[in-house]
């Protein structure tokens, strides 16, 4: 028994070391390096992709690893494993390690002449390298599009469960009130709308949202805790059954109708928006008093923090972008109804928040994705998904009580210098 | 260790080929996609999905394979979960046309999801066909998708002429959930016909109430008190045995009218001997059934255990449109769009289809023409075939 254990971890350790020094191959190689090496695999399965699954037996290309059809039909794991081996790992891994030295350079000369420069470039990279592997196979388009909004509404409630450590379960209220300010903007007010409206609607969203914000705000920042959450609670109900009572928006029908405008660059483009405005808003010095009032309501007000404006910005400044999320889900899905918004959006967005971690964009960004994507890859399972995801949050409450990647300051500089010493990462 | 790397992509490799030889099916396959709610708030309508579809295949399988222009061809089934959510059922209907390949879709079911995927079948040209949803707008507009059950302004003036005929009632009033979109909208149609035939005020109770609400009792003591000759109330297996029962709690005494939404076998579990002789409208009748209605529920509860609700009867006659519109091709070329809108230019022109929800025929809008039947509960809680009304 005894003897057993030792060899299983000696073998784990033995694994663990050559994990180890496979991957410390790679210490030298900047985000830059990385970017190119996706950016050449994905262009490698763009050209070569769909004959070379055919070799291996498959129809298509595996939009999502594999993950969609090896748990039906298992005979073909290795395949997929192939497949991901040979289209993305072998081509990442080689560019990453042979480019290393050139995207330092690269890196750091960006970096001398403008952060911005450098920022700009990374994006246009992580656009390519996303456009072209969307490319392949549309389905891929709209689960990157849908986990791109996830990502703006978990930072977003991020804002006010992580930062300002209130339990608030508007979100959904928010979202909806987005989703139907921009819905009405573009399907009821105009007649013949351009896409250059979009942004407006969008804006419309938010603002809508805000309000709403600020009305429930008014009220329920009297109290804290548990009672804001019921209240926020509350609010949530009010939106959903206030839509299904506005005949001019459709009722328990829906809106339906919304013009395509939500396309990749531009869901893209909103998300970036929202990282680099939310991470701004949490690094700032209205966000240090945002965590100070977390920590201790009467201290920070002892320490001329204005407490109630403080959390009414934060408040509003997250409804704002839940508002923008949903008017993006809305033209994203073209239709939307009052029961979309309820419970079961609350308990996701949640999920995807306590999931990634608290405090942290970072975390956020992590929850939305490793969330959407694992629903995604599971739905085969059917009922079993909702064992095991749920499962896995239980484990995660257990062994990392706030999430995976919390109270992690997200700065963008460190991610992008060059690499060139063999530091351990991070 | 580069060596070792190199040596198990090999192996990997000459296993997948040998794994893939004798799993893999050959090139003359149709795909059908089935976009269901297997989880979610309402897995017994992705289970009926399911169960009928299953069926379907194994006929086709039995006879060796669909027989399109003189050649057999395997039929594969991909059934994709929707989790009953708009976001999934867009998702789900994405895959199955790119990634899948599906000739085409059946579902989803209500119009919650079919409405969103109804818009990606049809940018993507793909023919789909739900067999539940009655929302307007899923079809509207939308040349590539169609739907089996008969709609709601063809069932409300049903309902209303059947209740003047047999009760001679002239004052009506309606319970209905406001927070739902199909009782809502039925509710709606039904109080528009009887307007209509009995003048403005006929309704003289119009209550409303919302999802998961248990008591009734005051909407119920209003309506005793409008002087109606009968309730017509458009819900679900759920609420219309409580709603029976606190009306018969209160002293109504008077008949209560349902919609095709009661006609699930646990309406007569839950609402006992309450629901006696009560009226609804509906697409087929379980009991007394004959011909090929029969032999389907007969097939349905040996195989499963259960008299198939309308979900499974309506996606039955769903996958017979979509094997009679593959047939009527002619031929299957290989080449998806050609083939998808050969099935669409088909299921266009099919003709009196005999189903066993009834005959029917599409409207150039993709909706059926087609009879209701009114359906009576039995004293022993069956569901009695009692009269037909066509349109």
């Given at each position: 028994m005894t003897a057993q254990t030792i060899q299983e971890s000696k073998k784990g350790r033995r694994f663990r070391l050559w994990w180890q020094s496979v991957w410390s191959r790679f210490d030298d190689v900047p985000l830059l390096g990385w970017l190119v090496g996706a950016l050449v695999a994905v262009g490698l399965e763009y050209a070569v992709g769909r004959p070379f699954a055919q070799l291996l037996g498959m129809r298509k290309s595996p939009a999502l690893f594999g993950f969609l059809f090896i748990l039906k039909e298992p005979w073909l794991i290795p395949s997929a494993i192939v497949y991901v081996a040979v289209m993305y790992i072998l081509p990442i891994a080689a560019v990453?390690?042979?480019?290393?030295?050139?995207?330092?350079?690269?890196?750091?000369?960006?970096?001398?002449?403008?952060?911005?420069?450098?920022?700009?470039?990374?994006?246009?990279?992580?656009?390519?390298?996303?456009?072209?592997?969307?490319?392949?196979?549309?389905?891929?388009?709209?689960?990157?599009?849908?986990?791109?909004?996830?990502?703006?509404?978990?930072?977003?409630?991020?804002?006010?469960?992580?930062?300002?450590?209130?339990?608030?379960?508007?979100?959904?209220?928010?979202?909806?009130?987005?989703?139907?300010?921009?819905?009405?903007?573009?399907?009821?007010?105009?007649?013949?709308p351009g896409p250059w409206l979009f942004p407006l609607a969008l804006i419309v969203g938010g603002i809508v949202a805000a309000i709403g914000a600020l009305l429930v705000a008014i009220p329920s920042f009297r109290t804290r805790g548990d009672y804001l959450a019921i209240i926020s609670l509350a609010f949530t109900f009010i939106i959903k059954s206030f839509m299904e009572n506005m005949e001019f928006v459709g009722g328990p029908r829906g809106l339906g109708g919304q013009p395509n405008w939500a396309s990749l660059p531009v869901v893209f483009v909103v998300t970036i928006i929202a990282i680099w405005v939310i991470n701004n808003f949490v690094r700032s010095i209205l966000g240090k008093a945002l965590n100070a009032v977390r920590d201790n309501e009467a201290a920070a007000d002892a320490m001329t923090v204005n407490t109630r404006r403080t959390k009414m910005t934060a408040f509003l400044f997250s409804a704002f972008w839940a508002g923008v999320a949903g008017g993006l889900l809305a033209h994203v899905l073209a239709f939307i109804n009052p029961a979309s918004f309820g419970l079961q959006k609350l308990a996701e967005v949640l999920a995807m928040v306590y999931f990634g971690g608290l405090n942290s964009v970072v975390g956020s960004i992590v929850g939305a994705v490793s969330l959407n994507l694992l629903g995604e890859m599971l739905r085969p399972l059917e009922i079993w998904k909702w064992i095991v995801i749920p499962l896995m949050l239980i484990l995660m409450m257990i062994y990392r009580p706030t999430g995976l990647v919390a109270f992690k300051e997200f700065d963008i500089v460190a991610l992008l210098q060059p690499k060139k010493t063999t530091k351990g990462d991070e | 260790m580069n060596k070792r790397v190199v040596v198990s992509i090999l192996l990997l490799l000459v296993l997948s080929v040998l794994l893939t030889a004798c799993g893999g099916g050959g090139s003359d396959v149709i795909r059908i996609g089935i976009n269901a709610p297997l989880t979610g708030d309402n897995p017994k309508v992705g289970e009926g999905t399911k169960y009928a579809a299953e069926m379907w295949l194994e006929d086709i399988n039995a006879a060796g394979g669909l027989d399109v222009g003189g050649k057999k061809y395997q039929v594969e089934l991909v059934i994709e979960d929707n989790e009953y959510k708009a976001e999934s059922a867009t998702k789900a209907n994405t895959k199955l046309i790119t990634q899948d390949e599906v000739l085409l879709i059946i579902g989803p079911q209500s119009s919650q999801q079919a409405v969103p995927a109804g818009g990606v079948a049809n940018d993507n040209k793909t023919p789909m066909i739900s067999p539940w949803s009655t929302n307007p707008n899923t079809t509207k507009d939308r040349p590539w998708v169609f739907r089996t059950p008969f709609l709601d302004p063809f069932q409300g003036p049903v309902?209303?002429?059947?209740?003047?005929?047999?009760?001679?009632?002239?004052?009506?009033?309606?319970?209905?959930?406001?927070?739902?979109?199909?009782?809502?909208?039925?509710?709606?149609?039904?109080?528009?016909?009887?307007?209509?035939?009995?003048?403005?005020?006929?309704?003289?109770?119009?209550?409303?109430?919302?999802?998961?609400?248990?008591?009734?009792?005051?909407?119920?003591?209003?309506?005793?008190?409008?002087?109606?000759?009968?309730?017509?109330?458009?819900?679900?297996?759920?609420?219309?045995?409580?709603?029976?029962?606190?009306?018969?709690?209160?002293?109504?005494?008077?008949?209560?009218?349902?919609?095709?939404?009661?006609?699930?076998?646990?309406?007569?579990?839950?609402?006992?001997?309450?629901?006696?002789?009560?009226?609804?409208?509906?697409?087929?009748?379980?009991?007394?059934?004959?011909?090929?209605?029969?032999?389907?529920?007969?097939?349905?509860?040996?195989?499963?255990?259960?008299?198939?609700?309308?979900?499974?009867?309506?996606?039955?006659?769903?996958?017979?449109?979509?094997?009679?519109?593959?047939?009527?091709?002619?031929?299957?070329?290989?080449?998806?769009?050609?083939?998808?809108?050969?099935v669409r230019d088909a299921l266009a022109n099919i003709k009196d289809f005999h189903g066993i929800t009834g005959d029917m025929t599409f409207t150039p809008e993709g909706d059926p023409i087609k009879c209701a039947v009114i359906v009576r509960i039995s004293d022993a809680g069956e569901f009695e075939f009692f009269k037909q009304v066509c349109p």
């Amino acid at each position: 028994m005894t003897a057993q254990t030792i060899q299983e971890s000696k073998k784990g350790r033995r694994f663990r070391l050559w994990w180890q020094s496979v991957w410390s191959r790679f210490d030298d190689v900047p985000l830059l390096g990385w970017l190119v090496g996706a950016l050449v695999a994905v262009g490698l399965e763009y050209a070569v992709g769909r004959p070379f699954a055919q070799l291996l037996g498959m129809r298509k290309s595996p939009a999502l690893f594999g993950f969609l059809f090896i748990l039906k039909e298992p005979w073909l794991i290795p395949s997929a494993i192939v497949y991901v081996a040979v289209m993305y790992i072998l081509p990442i891994a080689a560019v990453a390690k042979v480019t290393a030295a050139v995207a330092n350079k690269t890196a750091a000369a960006m970096l001398r002449i403008s952060t911005l420069l450098s920022v700009a470039i990374h994006l246009v990279l992580l656009y390519a390298v996303l456009h072209i592997w969307t490319d392949v196979l549309p389905y891929r388009l709209i689960v990157v599009k849908l986990t791109l909004i996830a990502i703006v509404i978990t930072l977003s409630l991020n804002v006010v469960n992580g930062y300002m450590g209130e339990f608030s379960c508007s979100h959904p209220g928010f979202i909806s009130l987005g989703a139907y300010g921009a819905s009405v903007v573009t399907i009821l007010l105009f007649d013949d709308p351009g896409p250059w409206l979009f942004p407006l609607a969008l804006i419309v969203g938010g603002i809508v949202a805000a309000i709403g914000a600020l009305l429930v705000a008014i009220p329920s920042f009297r109290t804290r805790g548990d009672y804001l959450a019921i209240i926020s609670l509350a609010f949530t109900f009010i939106i959903k059954s206030f839509m299904e009572n506005m005949e001019f928006v459709g009722g328990p029908r829906g809106l339906g109708g919304q013009p395509n405008w939500a396309s990749l660059p531009v869901v893209f483009v909103v998300t970036i928006i929202a990282i680099w405005v939310i991470n701004n808003f949490v690094r700032s010095i209205l966000g240090k008093a945002l965590n100070a009032v977390r920590d201790n309501e009467a201290a920070a007000d002892a320490m001329t923090v204005n407490t109630r404006r403080t959390k009414m910005t934060a408040f509003l400044f997250s409804a704002f972008w839940a508002g923008v999320a949903g008017g993006l889900l809305a033209h994203v899905l073209a239709f939307i109804n009052p029961a979309s918004f309820g419970l079961q959006k609350l308990a996701e967005v949640l999920a995807m928040v306590y999931f990634g971690g608290l405090n942290s964009v970072v975390g956020s960004i992590v929850g939305a994705v490793s969330l959407n994507l694992l629903g995604e890859m599971l739905r085969p399972l059917e009922i079993w998904k909702w064992i095991v995801i749920p499962l896995m949050l239980i484990l995660m409450m257990i062994y990392r009580p706030t999430g995976l990647v919390a109270f992690k300051e997200f700065d963008i500089v460190a991610l992008l210098q060059p690499k060139k010493t063999t530091k351990g990462d991070e | 260790m580069n060596k070792r790397v190199v040596v198990s992509i090999l192996l990997l490799l000459v296993l997948s080929v040998l794994l893939t030889a004798c799993g893999g099916g050959g090139s003359d396959v149709i795909r059908i996609g089935i976009n269901a709610p297997l989880t979610g708030d309402n897995p017994k309508v992705g289970e009926g999905t399911k169960y009928a579809a299953e069926m379907w295949l194994e006929d086709i399988n039995a006879a060796g394979g669909l027989d399109v222009g003189g050649k057999k061809y395997q039929v594969e089934l991909v059934i994709e979960d929707n989790e009953y959510k708009a976001e999934s059922a867009t998702k789900a209907n994405t895959k199955l046309i790119t990634q899948d390949e599906v000739l085409l879709i059946i579902g989803p079911q209500s119009s919650q999801q079919a409405v969103p995927a109804g818009g990606v079948a049809n940018d993507n040209k793909t023919p789909m066909i739900s067999p539940w949803s009655t929302n307007p707008n899923t079809t509207k507009d939308r040349p590539w998708v169609f739907r089996t059950p008969f709609l709601d302004p063809f069932q409300g003036p049903v309902i209303a002429n059947f209740a003047a005929e047999q009760f001679g009632a002239t004052k009506a009033a309606v319970l209905y959930d406001v927070a739902s979109d199909y009782p809502k909208g039925l509710a709606e149609f039904f109080k528009q016909a009887w307007e209509e035939k009995f003048g403005e005020g006929s309704v003289v109770a119009f209550e409303s109430f919302t999802t998961k609400d248990q008591d009734f009792s005051a909407q119920l003591t209003k309506i005793k008190e409008s002087g109606a000759d009968f309730i017509f109330t458009p819900q679900y297996y759920s609420e219309v045995p409580l709603i029976v029962q606190q009306a018969h709690e209160l002293g109504w005494d008077k008949p209560i009218v349902g919609s095709d939404s009661w006609g699930s076998a646990e309406l007569v579990n839950l609402c006992g001997d309450d629901c006696d002789g009560l009226f609804f409208s509906t697409h087929y009748a379980a009991a007394g059934a004959t011909g090929a209605t029969k032999e389907f529920i007969d097939r349905y509860n040996a195989k499963y255990g259960y008299v198939p609700d309308d979900v499974g009867a309506l996606t039955w006659d769903t996958l017979l449109i979509a094997q009679t519109a593959i047939q009527n091709c002619g031929k299957i070329t290989g080449d998806l769009a050609v083939d998808r809108e050969c099935v669409r230019d088909a299921l266009a022109n099919i003709k009196d289809f005999h189903g066993i929800t009834g005959d029917m025929t599409f409207t150039p809008e993709g909706d059926p023409i087609k009879c209701a039947v009114i359906v009576r509960i039995s004293d022993a809680g069956e569901f009695e075939f009692f009269k037909q009304v066509c349109p």
